[in-house]
């Protein structure tokens, strides 16, 4: 990829990874799966624990219409997922999220986009390592589509805007490209407006197509 547009960091052992699905018990909800932390018109994520740290330990998607609940922690994984983070963004049934990552060679982030509404697998976008996670925002399209703001806003090493509209998206394989790249952007100003992401730059409004 040219530039750092993908962080260096955790090796992922595969860009796709499973998750569990459950049905949550009859006569229980969303509200009463666990504490809500995000919610949209169709799926409420939840947690058991919140961290000092940003770390969300136990984290489930629920699906309103159906009360299924997709648990976001890995079981049996070569690479465990052992936590979420911010920056997320839901939109229909995908979920968008940073995921903290172990393997033998330590700890690493990374960025997940699944679709919680039936038993499937998340994709791997970017990862970076865990002592300086490089994701600042995320936006996500129902479809699946992924933009996101990564970097650390140096002249070495500055914001760079990433969308990916492949389906799947995958990591290994660079399927996304870079709209803006720059140590003037404002690293939380991505947004979503129908079909087009936006986001800051040098005081004003940029904008791409977002299929």
């Known amino acids: 990829m040219r530039g750092r547009a993908v962080t260096s960091g955790v090796v992922l052992a595969a860009a796709f990874s499973l998750l569990v699905v459950h049905d949550v018990e009859a006569g229980r909800s969303c509200a009463s799966a666990g504490r809500r932390v995000l919610a949209a018109n169709t799926v409420t994520v939840i947690t058991a624990r ?11 998607a629920c699906v309103r219409q159906t009360g299924r ?3 976001l922690q890995d079981v049996g994984e070569r690479n465990p997922l052992v936590a979420v983070r911010r920056p997320w963004a839901l939109s229909g049934m995908r979920f968008a999220y940073v995921g903290l990552q172990t393997d033998a060679g330590g700890d690493g982030h990374a960025l997940f986009v699944t679709n919680v509404s039936r038993p499937g697998r998340r994709v ?8 300086d996670p490089p994701f600042r925002s995320v936006v996500v399209r129902p479809g699946g589509s992924t933009a996101w703001i ?5 002249r070495g090493y500055p914001y760079v805007v990433l969308l990916c509209e492949r389906k799947p998206c995958l990591m290994r394989d660079h399927d996304f ?4 790249r720059g140590t003037d952007i ?3 100003s991505l947004r979503r407006r129908g079909d087009r992401v936006l986001w800051t730059a040098g005081g004003r409004t940029r904008s791409a197509p977002m299929r």
Request: net charge negative; aromatic share 2%.
């Open 50 to 60: 919140a961290e000092h740290n940003g770390n969300y330990i136990g984290v489930r």
């Open 124 to 131: 791997a976008l970017d990862s970076g390592p865990s002592h």
């Open 177 to 180: 490209r870079v709209l803006d």
């Open 69 to 71: 609940l997709s648990d």
């Open 150 to 154: 990564t970097g650390a806003g140096t």
């Open 186 to 188: 404002r690293p939380q």
